[in-house]
Each structure stands twice: as structure tokens, then as C-alpha cells.
């Protein structure tokens, strides 16, 4: 979907309103006021800790929001979502009052029911973020645009937080909390009903007796199986002692309880569900590999807090809490989320007769590692402190160590085998981007779909959302057997930048074995991917009785400069009398843009009655070969609005030339000219400018051509191909051609073309 200059800039005007009440509501509402408010009431570090925990609920409600939007308006539900997320913090609202009657503990729970129904309601809405953002960041200034949305959410957050703190003050009363955030649910309201203003958005037996010892052999003979191994051994010993001793690590340099601990091995579980979650959404598309390097680096980066970590800031609870938190979601996130993806990749690897056998290769391999990794781990660290190294130093060289086995078992996973995965470059691409995510989730639905109707819908989604990702799955519904499914398939697949070996296979057999159903998308797709190898096929079709196919298939040999077969498509499109044939023949000759071509559209234009719209396409094309298409296609909206303006139009386009040559190049008033006379080698520019208006003025009023088809022929030698003087002069001169205004616009805007082109050379050579 796209918006005329008016109607985004209009959009916009509101999108940034919106995100300064949205920024204001948020800073009053969830922001730093929240925490201050629940350390007023003395809330324990395990209540503040669950309390900032509760924002990472909003990303398990997008599928809610995903759901939704299959039935109702996108830009509804962000509208309904964030007037209901700010309403959802009247119960904080109201928790300063029970605080001031002495009911602390109602408040911290009136307090924490806010801010969770606050983050899954916007969990439901946030779904319609990206979608939004992208209809009003569309453009040329695409990325300016985003910058200044992001711009104004750092300003005015920063603001909304120096008020915060300008109010507060010390010890404010707590009504003023109650203040402060009733004004974050009015400006949150506000927001809701702003954003609804934008522009809406469309709704084993064979390996039984293998001996065990024969399976480790041939596992370690193989070279890939083997490296794979090592980084297994690494990676597993160092994910099962980094996640066993991070608890002692809680312990006893922190000194946290078992509640404590506990909490954050809750924390840890985040992690995993997350990371587990994240690999089921990308494994199919990504691949194992990529994946496996990536939570291995998690791992990785996760552990160098625990050595940096200054010894100043075991003593702070707040720091320790949120340290721990974070270092047990992360750890769990990496580590578990490597050890559940190489177990994917490990089973990729090995031979299929030999997959129970290699099955308990694997566990035996984690088994080893994370046993004899712990008991060393352990001594170790008895060792270091009996060295005399205080507990403290000792965590720090024993993490240490961690991060060098896990970099070098990084190092070796460069050598991995992909088995079909992406570039761990293209991985993070995908990861990152929108429009893949977007597409994987689709293709996720897509494959869960059962009924042809919800297939159709999804399909146009992923021909909004082009991706490669998706190439596979759009060749599958192409063999559909209903007609809108394989439609559709095509279509999303027209979008896609590059195609496979397969797609172009497949596209090709369809234009043999489909005409008149899908065959002409499929042409279409090939010439616009410049499929060069489809060319002796597409030059067959163009003789098809399905004139659909037929046109597709003229216009896609244009697209791939098949230029040694124009002079026979150029005889097909005077033979015919297939209007819509005849419009596509004329499009494929714009796109040749071959001068030897003019004459033949001038023939079209000579047949009997040609439809408006034929006409039409036959002065574009001509405008394409003259290279004026850009400037003669507004002229040509002009003109049909009102064809009585043809010949003021074409007039100014003389006038124009005329004042564009004496402003470069004549004689300007004063003492001391800036350029010399206007003769000399000059001479025949300056006669061709004055004479124009003169020769146009005179094919426009009077109908004689004569004086423009002279001035045609006078032109500059080597300034215009000689065949397009040519069949120029000969076509104001036409008598069968002398009704159609459009043909003397073009060749009129043409000629001032000319007078541009001639100024410019000779100003050149001054």
C-alpha cells in the first residue's frame, strides 16, 4: 500500500503526534516512576526484579496480535490495544491511595497487576508497530524519516524524565504518583485514538546390528563428524560447569539465598523457552549451523561480565540482583539453546541407518563433557583457593578459562559443514530483518493451513513480503490444483530479487504446460529476472493463440534484449488485431527502444480506428525510444484531461526550449556579455531556437508540418540518429497522421528536447 505526497505527509503530521503523546505516556507509566514508586513502599529486590521482568511478557502476546489481525483492521487493534494498555493502569493508579491508608502490601499488588496487564495488552498491539512504521516510512527519505521518529522518542522521553524528576523531587507525597500517572493514561488514550487517524492497512532397523565400537570408528574417521565432535566436548563442558558453578557463584560471592537463586534459575528458564522458541522460528529458514555459532557466541559474550565484574559492586543488592538475573537468563539463553540446536545439526550429519547408534554418540559425548568438566571445574576452584586466591579472584580465572575453550570451539565452527544453511552473515541478515521474520512466520501458517482461502491470504501476504526464504514453499503451492492458489504462488514468487535454478525450471515448464491460466505470470517472471536460457521458448510462444501469454511473452524478450528477434515481433504486431496483443507489442517496443521501430508504431497508428487506449501506449513507447518518456508521460496526463489544450502545450514546450538556449547562451543585458554573439558555429543553434516556436505554432494551429519537418532535417548532424529524422519529418508531414494530437506533443517535446541537448553540447565547448 502507498500514499499520494498529500496523504503521507498528512499521515505523518499524525504518526508524530502520536509518538510524542505515546513516548509521554510511557515515561509516566512504566518508566523509572514505577521502580521509584515500589522502593518508596519498600519492596523487596526479588518484587523489583519480577517487576521489570514483566516486560518481557509483551513479546509472548505478538502471536495474540497476529491472530487477530487475520480478522479485524491492523490499525484497529493498535488504536483498541494502546487505549487499553494505558487503562489497564488505573489499579496503579489507585495504589498510592492504599498506600496512604497503610495497605502497602495492596498497593505493591495493584502496582504489579498494572504493569502486567499494561505489557500484555501491548504485547496484543505491538503487532501492528513494524507495519504501521513501514506505511509511514516509505520513499526516498525512508531512512531520514525513521531517524526523526526516533529522535522524537529520545527528546521527548528525556523531557517526560526531567519532569518525572523535577516533580518527584526527594520525598514527594505519594498522591503525586497518582498525578503522574493518571496523566500517563490520558496521554496514553490520546495516542490510541491518534494512531487510529493513519491510513488503515489491509486485514532405524537397517543399523541394528552395528556394533557401538564400529559406529565411534566410523564416526571419528569421518573428517566433518569428527570436528563436529571436538566442538561438541567443548561446548557442552563448558555450558554444563558455566550453568553448575554460576549457582555456587551466587552463593557464595553474593552471599543470595535459596529464594534468591531460585528466582533466578526462573529467569533462566525465560532464557531457554526463548531461545528455544527463537530456533523453532528459524531453523527451517536459517539452518542449523548459523544457529549453533550464534548461541554459542551468546555463551560466549555472557560470561565476561563475571570477570569484569568490579568487587565494589557485591555489596550493592541492586546491582548483584540485577547482575545475576541477567547473567542467568543469558547463560541459559546461549548455552541451552547451542545444546539444543547441536543436537539438530548432529543428526543432520550422520547417515540415516546409523541414527540411534549416532544418537547415543551424542549423549555420551555430553555425558563425558559436562560430568568430567564439572568434577575438574571443581577441583580447580579448590585449588585455586587452597593456593590462597580468594573466592572471588578464583570465579574470575575460572570463567576466564570458560571463554577461551568457548572461543576456540567458535574457531573451529568456522569449518563446519553448512548442509544447506545460510552464511552465518545472511543468518544475522535474516535475524534481523523484518521482512523475513515477517515472511517466516507467514510461511509457518502457510504450512499449517488447510483450507484453500486461508492459502490465498497468506500467499498475497508473502507477495507483500517478499523473501527468499520463502522460494520453496511458493514452488510447492504452484503445483496446486486450485487456479487463485497457484496465481497467487507466482505472484509472490514475481517479487522475490533472484530465482533459483528450480524456480526457473518450474516457471518454464509452466509456460508449456499452462497457457491461458498462469503460463503469461510466468513469462512475466522471466523476463523481469532476466532468465536468459528461457529466450528460444519465449520466442515460440509468441505465436500462442492465449494472447495473454503471447504479450507476456513479447514484452519478456524485450526485458532480456532479444533484439535479433524484434523485426519479427514488429510484423506479429502489425498482423494482429488483438487489441491488448497490440498494446503489449507497443510496451515491448518502448522497452527495446530501437529507433527502427518508430516506423512501425507510426503504421499501428495508421490502422483503422485504433482504440484510445492504443494510442495512448503508442506515444509512450515513441516517448521511450526518444528518451523524453519521463517528461512527455505528465504532458500526456495534461492533454487528456483537456485536448483542446494541444496546442498551448506544445507552444510552451517551444517557448520553454527557446528561453532555456538564450538564458544559457544569449546575449544578456550589460556592459559586458557573459558569452559572445550569437553567430559564428552558433549560428544554426540560434537559428533552430527562434524558429521552433515558429514551425510548432504552424503544425499546431494551421496543420502544416512542413516547417517543423524542415527544422527536423536542419538539425546538428550527429546529434539524432538519422532514422529518427527521418520518420519524424515524414510524420508531420502525414496527412493520415495529422489528427492525432498526441503524436505532434511527442515529437514536439521531441524537437525542444533538441534545443537542450544542442545548448548544452555548445556550452559545453566554451
Keep these: 500500500m502507498s500514499l499520494s505526497p498529500y496523504r503521507l505527509g498528512k499521515a505523518r503530521h499524525i504518526y508524530n503526534l502520536f509518538n510524542v503523546f505515546n513516548s509521554l505516556s510511557w515515561n509516566f507509566l512504566v518508566g523509572s516512576i514505577i521502580t521509584l514508586f515500589a522502593m518508596r513502599m519498600r519492596a523487596s529486590s526479588t518484587y523489583i526484579g519480577t517487576l521489570n521482568a514483566v516486560l518481557y511478557l509483551a513479546f509472548f502476546f505478538l502471536p495474540v496480535g497476529k491472530l487477530l489481525a487475520r480478522r479485524f483492521s491492523?490499525?484497529?487493534?493498535?488504536?483498541?490495544?494502546?487505549?487499553?494498555?494505558?487503562?489497564?493502569?488505573?489499579?496503579?493508579?489507585?495504589?498510592p491511595f492504599a498506600a496512604m491508608a497503610g495497605r502497602t502490601g495492596l498497593?505493591?499488588?495493584?502496582?504489579?497487576?498494572?504493569?502486567?496487564?499494561?505489557?500484555?495488552?501491548?504485547?496484543?498491539?505491538?503487532?501492528?508497530?513494524?507495519?504501521?512504521?513501514?506505511?509511514?516510512?516509505?520513499?526516498s527519505d525512508r531512512s531520514s524519516y525513521m531517524t526523526q521518529i526516533q529522535i522524537i522518542n529520545s527528546a521527548v522521553g528525556m523531557m517526560a524524565g526531567f519532569v518525572v524528576a523535577m516533580l518527584l523531587g526527594r520525598e514527594p507525597p505519594l498522591i503525586l504518583y497518582s498525578v503522574i500517572m493518571?496523566?500517563?493514561?490520558?496521554?496514553?488514550?490520546?495516542?490510541?485514538?491518534?494512531?487510529?487517524?493513519?491510513?488503515?492497512?489491509?486485514?532405524?532397523?537397517?543399523?541394528?546390528?552395528?556394533r557401538f565400537g564400529d559406529v565411534l570408528k566410523q564416526?571419528?574417521?569421518?573428517?566433518?563428524?569428527?570436528?563436529?565432535?571436538?566442538?561438541?566436548?567443548?561446548?557442552?563442558?563448558?555450558?554444563?560447569?558455566?550453568?553448575?558453578?554460576?549457582?555456587?557463584?551466587?552463593?557464595?560471592?553474593?552471599?543470595?539465598?535459596?529464594?534468591?537463586?531460585?528466582?533466578?534459575?526462573?529467569?533462566?528458564?525465560?532464557?531457554?523457552?526463548?531461545?528455544?522458541?527463537?530456533?523453532?522460528?528459524?531453523?527451517?529458514?536459517?539452518?542449523?549451523?548459523?544457529?549453533?555459532?550464534?548461541?554459542?557466541?551468546?555463551?560466549?559474550?555472557?560470561?565476561?561480565?563475571?570477570?569484569?565484574?568490579?568487587?565494589?559492586?557485591?555489596?550493592?543488592?541492586?546491582?548483584?540482583?540485577?547482575?545475576?538475573?541477567?547473567?542467568?537468563?543469558?547463560?541459559?539463553?546461549?548455552?541451552?539453546?547451542?545444546?539444543?540446536?547441536?543436537?539438530?545439526?548432529?543428526?543432520?550429519?550422520?547417515?540415516?541407518?546409523?541414527?540411534?547408534?549416532?544418537?547415543?554418540?551424542?549423549?555420551?559425548?555430553?555425558?563425558?563433557?559436562g560430568a568430567g568438566g564439572s568434577f575438574l571445574g571443581g577441583v580447580a576452584l579448590d585449588l585455586m583457593k587452597g593456593a590462597g586466591l580468594s573466592p572471588f579472584a578464583s570465579f574470575k580465572i575460572f570463567y576466564a578459562i570458560l571463554i577461551l575453550l568457548t572461543a576456540a570451539a567458535l574457531f573451529?565452527?568456522?569449518?563446519?559443514?553448512?548442509?544447506?544453511?545460510?552464511?552465518?552473515?545472511?543468518?544475522?541478515?535474516?535475524?534481523?530483518?523484518?521482512?523475513?521474520?515477517?515472511?517466516?512466520?507467514?510461511?509457518?501458517?502457510?504450512?499449517?493451513?488447510?483450507d484453500s482461502r486461508e492459502e490465498e491470504a497468506l500467499l498475497t501476504a508473502l507477495h507483500d513480503t517478499p523473501s527468499q526464504l520463502a522460494i520453496a514453499e511458493l514452488l510447492d503451492r504452484a503445483m496446486s490444483p486450485r487456479l487463485s492458489v497457484r496465481m497467487e504462488s507466482l505472484r509472490a514468487m514475481e517479487k522475490l530479487k533472484t530465482l533459483t535454478q528450480d524456480a526457473e525450471k518450474a516457471l518454464m515448464d509452466d509456460l508449456i504446460n499452462n497457457p491461458y491460466t498462469t503460463a503469461y505470470i510466468s513469462a512475466r517472471i522471466l523476463g523481469n529476472h532476466r532468465v536468459y536460457s528461457a529466450i528460444p521458448l519465449l520466442r515460440e510462444l509468441t505465436n500462442s493463440t492465449d494472447y495473454m501469454l503471447a504479450g507476456e511473452a513479447v514484452i519478456a524478450l524485450a526485458r532480456l534484449e532479444d533484439d535479433a528477434f524484434r523485426p519479427h515481433i514488429e510484423r506479429h504486431i502489425l498482423d494482429t488485431v488483438n487489441p491488448r496483443l497490440r498494446i503489449m507489442g507497443v510496451?515491448?517496443?518502448?522497452?527495446?527502444?530501437?529507433?527502427?521501430?518508430?516506423?512501425?508504431?507510426?503504421?499501428?497508428?495508421?490502422?483503422?480506428?485504433?482504440?484510445?487506449?492504443?494510442k495512448d501506449a503508442?506515444?509512450?513507447?515513441?516517448?521511450?525510444?526518444?528518451?523524453?518518456?519521463?517528461?512527455?508521460?505528465?504532458?500526456?496526463?495534461?492533454f487528456r484531461e483537456d485536448e483542446s489544450l494541444a496546442p498551448t502545450l506544445a507552444l510552451d514546450e517551444a517557448e520553454s526550449a527557446f528561453e532555456y538556449y538564450h538564458t544559457m547562451l544569449g546575449r544578456p543585458r550589460g556592459l559586458f556579455p557573459a558569452y559572445p554573439r550569437t553567430d559564428g558555429p552558433r549560428a544554426p543553434l540560434a537559428g533552430a531556437a527562434k524558429n521552433l516556436n515558429g514551425a510548432v505554432a504552424a503544425l499546431m494551429r494551421d496543420g502544416d508540418g512542413a516547417g517543423l519537418a524542415r527544422w527536423i532535417l536542419e538539425l546538428r548532424e550527429g546529434l539524432v540518429p538519422a532514422v529518427i529524422q527521418t520518420v519524424l519529418a515524414e510524420a508531420v508531414l502525414d496527412a493520415e497522421l495529422a489528427s492525432y494530437a498526441r503524436l505532434k506533443l511527442v515529437i514536439v517535446q521531441w524537437a525542444a528536447r533538441q534545443v537542450r541537448v544542442w545548448t548544452n553540447l555548445v556550452r559545453g565547448n566554451l
Design 618 to 638: 503508442v506515444v509512450l513507447a515513441m516517448a521511450s525510444i526518444l528518451d523524453t518518456q519521463n517528461l512527455f508521460y505528465p504532458l500526456l496526463v495534461r
Design 182 to 210: 493518571a496523566g500517563g493514561i490520558v496521554t496514553g488514550i490520546a495516542s490510541g485514538m491518534l494512531i487510529r487517524k493513519v491510513p488503515d492497512l489491509p486485514p532405524d532397523g537397517e543399523g541394528a546390528g552395528v
Design 587 to 614: 510496451e515491448a517496443f518502448g522497452i527495446y527502444r530501437s529507433p527502427n521501430s518508430l516506423s512501425v508504431l507510426l503504421d499501428i497508428l495508421r490502422s483503422p480506428n485504433p482504440p484510445p487506449y492504443l
Design 74 to 95: 491492523i490499525v484497529r487493534i493498535f488504536g483498541l490495544a494502546w487505549t487499553w494498555r494505558a487503562l489497564c493502569m488505573i489499579p496503579a493508579v489507585i495504589a
Design 412 to 450: 573451529l565452527s568456522r569449518r563446519l559443514v553448512p548442509l544447506g544453511a545460510l552464511p552465518f552473515r545472511g543468518a544475522m541478515e535474516v535475524m534481523f530483518s523484518f521482512r523475513d521474520l515477517r515472511a517466516i512466520s507467514l510461511l509457518e501458517k502457510l504450512n499449517r493451513a488447510s
Design 107 to 139: 498497593a505493591l499488588w495493584l502496582l504489579l497487576a498494572g504493569v502486567f496487564l499494561f505489557h500484555v495488552i501491548r504485547g496484543v498491539g505491538m503487532i501492528a508497530n513494524n507495519p504501521v512504521l513501514s506505511l509511514m516510512a516509505t520513499g
Design 219 to 369: 564416526a571419528l574417521a569421518k573428517t566433518d563428524l569428527r570436528q563436529f565432535i571436538i566442538i561438541l566436548f567443548i561446548v557442552a563442558m563448558t555450558s554444563g560447569v558455566s550453568r553448575a558453578f554460576i549457582v555456587v557463584y551466587a552463593r557464595e560471592i553474593f552471599g543470595q539465598n535459596d529464594g534468591m537463586v531460585s528466582l533466578y534459575t526462573v529467569f533462566g528458564g525465560l532464557g531457554n523457552l526463548m531461545i528455544g522458541l527463537l530456533i523453532k522460528f528459524l531453523v527451517a529458514r536459517v539452518g542449523a549451523k548459523p544457529i549453533f555459532i550464534m548461541t554459542v557466541l551468546f555463551g560466549f559474550v555472557s560470561m565476561f561480565p563475571i570477570v569484569f565484574f568490579p568487587h565494589g559492586g557485591v555489596d550493592n543488592s541492586t546491582s548483584a540482583v540485577l547482575f545475576l538475573t541477567f547473567l542467568f537468563f543469558m547463560l541459559n539463553f546461549g548455552f541451552l539453546g547451542s545444546e539444543g540446536i547441536a543436537q539438530t545439526y548432529f543428526l543432520a550429519l550422520v547417515p540415516g541407518t546409523l541414527m540411534l547408534d549416532m544418537g547415543i554418540l551424542y549423549f555420551l559425548i555430553f555425558g563425558i563433557a
